[in-house]
């Protein structure tokens, strides 16, 4: 359900990250990420980039992502407000291992809490399930999404102290990933890697793979999924959505 042009959302009265994510709360996701039409094809929807776009803005004060941001806007809808609550009684590995499970069985009902009580826990050990599932995903928008995951929970910082904050960056990462369409490289089939390689990849997925895997396998330990090798050509640039540019121009431009 798109919005009305009268609900456009603006940043320019907003001073902080914090701040825009408590004033626009519940309102950061699509309804869907792919559709099924009457002659049973299926057109994917990328997912909501406001978080990443309202950080970088917030970094920046790039003017040019004001629009975007509104634009962005026009396709969320706004959820019911419930708070995530906490699964503290659970065991360590027990959870850990339920946590990624209901993310491979796309299970929207437990998966968020789950997620949410293992980044509070331990915020590497929900980033390297997230990272295994996204380095093996064909959908290119998965590993996107965990990379800049970090960002934001860095500038979030104290998970309890901002806990609306946490939720809300929680629900929609975890959200994409059980909501969107499940697709996995075959790791063992040059022609799925091929396959991967030539279609489904886009030129800030390639920026980001290129650039730092070898420091999220290092960091979080991943050791049964082979480097790709992807050649980037910057024509493929004008192929990004407008969101994506100001990503891909953030990560070009930052030192």
Known sequence: MEKSKEQKQSLCHIKTFSEFVDQHKNCFEKRKYFVINEKYEITKRE??????????????????????????????????NKRIDRLSKYEKNRLKESFRRSLVNKDSIHSVKLGNELLHRNKEEFLEIMYKISLISSDC??????????????????????????????????????????????????????????????????????????KIVKKYNIQSISKLELEINEKDYDKLSESKKILYNYLKNKK
Do not use: A, H, M, W
């Open 141 to 214: 928008n998965k590993l996107i999404k965990t990379f800049f995951v970090e960002f934001l929970l860095d500038e979030v910082g104290d998970f309890n102290k901002n806990r609306e904050q946490t939720d809300e960056i929680v629900r929609n990462i975890i959200n994409y990933f059980v909501k969107s369409e499940n697709e996995y490289i075959n790791y063992s089939c040059k022609n799925s890697i091929e396959y991967f390689i030539n279609n489904k990849t886009d030129l800030l997925y390639k920026k980001i793979y290129n650039e730092n895997y070898d």
């Open 47 to 80: 997912p909501s980039f406001l978080l990443e776009l309202g950080y970088i803005y917030f970094q920046t004060k790039d003017k040019t992502i004001e629009n975007v941001v509104e634009e962005e806007f026009l396709y969320t809808y706004k959820e019911k």
